[in-house]
């Protein structure tokens, strides 16, 4: 786990994500906003924001795509906190719910105290990618189950069965047998 300091010696950038845009807003060492704005969710487009800039504290909160821009201002230089996004009641319960006003307050959260935030790590790119697949895999596995019992209760409900409903059997070639002569359509 890594461990952040207190003030950070120089700019503090709070960025809101979202799945177009990324709102951020930048306080100097002061405290004082110097820069605000957003940044359309491309690597390119975040690059070219904060790839020259001189090296800053940004923070952003835990969400879906923060493990990829993470990793991309990692490697642009700067020092990245990852907010646990269920621990910042602050935000989450703010009434005046608005993308600026969210990274005003990572910024200036970010800029005084990170223990604050209850940082987390996100996991590597390639462990992020196995897990991606994993979970597309039992996605599909589930899918297949489901439109296995659809067509065996469709096929009931017609007076009909199926031999099996093992799912190398069934989709190999099912063979259906109906009662009372029935025949389908």
């Given at each position: 786990?890594?461990?952040?300091t207190g003030?950070f010696?120089g700019?503090t ?7 177009k845009y ?7 060492e002061?405290?004082?906003n ?7 969710m ?7 924001r904060f ?9 952003m909160?835990?969400?879906t795509h923060?493990?990829w821009?993470?990793?991309l ?5 700067h020092?990245?906190i990852v ?6 009641r602050?935000i989450s ?5 608005d993308?600026?006003?969210?990274a ?7 800029r005084?105290d ?8 996100h996991?590597?790119?390639?462990v992020?990618?196995?897990l991606?697949l994993?979970?597309?895999r039992e996605a599909l ?18 007076g ?6 093992r799912?190398e059997v069934?989709t190999?070639r099912?063979?259906w047998?109906f009662?009372?002569?029935w025949?389908?359509?």
């Amino acid at each position: 786990m890594k461990e952040y300091t207190g003030k950070f010696a120089g700019m503090t950038i709070g960025l809101d994500l979202g799945d177009k845009y990324g709102q951020y807003y930048t306080l100097d060492e002061g405290g004082e906003n110097i820069d605000a704005g957003r940044v359309t969710m491309r690597v390119s487009a975040i690059e070219k924001r904060f790839g020259l800039m001189e090296r800053s504290r940004i923070v952003m909160e835990s969400g879906t795509h923060s493990g990829w821009v993470s990793r991309l201002l990692e490697s642009l230089g700067h020092e990245v906190i990852v907010a646990n996004a269920r621990k910042l009641r602050l935000i989450s319960e703010n009434e005046n719910k608005d993308d600026a006003v969210d990274a005003e307050l990572l910024a200036r959260l970010g800029r005084v105290d990170p223990k604050l935030l209850y940082p987390i790590q996100h996991r590597g790119a390639a462990v992020q990618a196995d897990l991606a697949l994993l979970r597309a895999r039992e996605a599909l596995v589930k899918v297949r189950g489901q439109l296995i019992n659809h067509m065996r209760g469709a096929v009931k409900s017609l007076g009909g069965g199926c031999r099996s409903a093992r799912p190398e059997v069934f989709t190999a070639r099912p063979k259906w047998r109906f009662r009372q002569n029935w025949k389908p359509p």
